[in-house]
């Protein structure tokens, strides 16, 4: 496994490994590595090759009072964990590596940017979707995979990719969650136990939400207040948002009439934490 700190190495490795297998597989991460970040991992094996990880914490998708300073790092561990995977490229660059000392350039899926967590923090998607486009610029994959844990995220990098006519394939892996249905997250590690499980009320809120739509509810608006009275029963836990929206669009659905993304954004403590479920009629 080579481990590169450079654009111009990275670029040059990419490329090679690329001419050699055939086919590049990506796999973007912050970090922090958990069983999720390893599941995504494994399903790019399972179709290159030739897999590349990057291991960069994007400081221009924090605000400013987040938790970009305390967000966790731990090269050593995340190295250690990529080499048993057998992944062959690892790009761990510097900020100062990655963004210019005052930039001025930025790609902004306006309108979807805007909406769920886009609403909740301001500027959080400008940062991803510009580290995104960087990140697929410099190493040149032909497919990229992503959690469907961050399913906003990756509806906007879809529409990204679509709109400026990348050459990458976007693939989307199924959530991974503890035994008790928490999903995995690098954030997790900040929960105490009470707050850990406090957080249950995400996974919680989803599938009764699913077996109210299972038992024949189709109103979006019933559905969501059943989700808030489960969110009022936990108090130690607030509700940022809990929403039922076009999959595509993120706009809001009226009725669960085709396939709708149910995603709930919650502060658990300190602790944002977020979670989803694709329901279909």
């Known amino acids: 496994m080579k481990v590169i700190h450079t654009i111009d190495e990275m670029r040059a490795c990419s490329r090679a490994a690329k001419a050699r297998s055939g086919h590049l597989a990506f796999v973007p991460t912050m970090g922090a590595l958990h069983q999720g970040h390893l599941s995504l991992v494994r399903a790019a094996r399972s179709r290159s090759e030739a897999v590349a990880v990057s291991i960069f914490v994007n400081p221009t998708q924090f605000a400013a009072g987040e938790d970009l300073a305390v967000y966790p790092r731990n090269l050593e561990a995340d190295l250690k964990a990529l080499e048993r995977e057998n992944v062959e490229l690892v790009f761990a660059p510097l900020v100062e590596e990655m963004y210019a000392p005052a930039n001025l350039t930025w790609v902004v899926v306006d309108g979807l940017s805007q909406r769920l967590c886009g609403q909740s923090r301001p500027g959080h998607f400008r940062g991803v979707t510009t580290v995104v486009s960087k990140l697929f610029h410099i190493v040149e994959?032909?497919?990229?995979?992503?959690?469907?844990?961050?399913?906003?995220?990756?509806?906007?990098?879809?529409?990204?990719?679509?709109?400026?006519?990348?050459?990458?394939?976007?693939?989307?892996?199924?959530?991974?969650?503890?035994?008790?249905?928490?999903?995995?997250?690098?954030?997790?590690?900040?929960?105490?136990?009470?707050?850990?499980?406090?957080?249950l009320v995400l996974h919680r809120s989803l599938e009764q939400t699913r077996a109210l739509v299972e038992a024949g509810e189709r109103s979006c608006e019933r559905l969501i207040e059943a989700a808030k009275q489960e969110f009022r029963a936990q108090p130690s836990v607030r509700l940022d948002y809990f929403a039922i929206v076009d999959p595509e669009t993120l706009e809001p659905a009226l009725r669960i009439e085709s396939p709708v993304l149910v995603a709930v954004a919650a502060y658990v403590g300190n602790t944002r934490l977020i979670d989803n479920v694709v329901l279909r009629a």
């Open 141 to 199: 994959p032909d497919s990229a995979f992503f959690g469907q844990k961050d399913a906003v995220q990756v509806t906007i990098i879809k529409r990204m990719v679509r709109e400026l006519n990348m050459a990458v394939s976007i693939e989307v892996c199924p959530i991974v969650r503890d035994p008790d249905g928490l999903a995995l997250s690098s954030r997790n590690a900040y929960l105490k136990p009470k707050e850990r499980e406090s957080a």
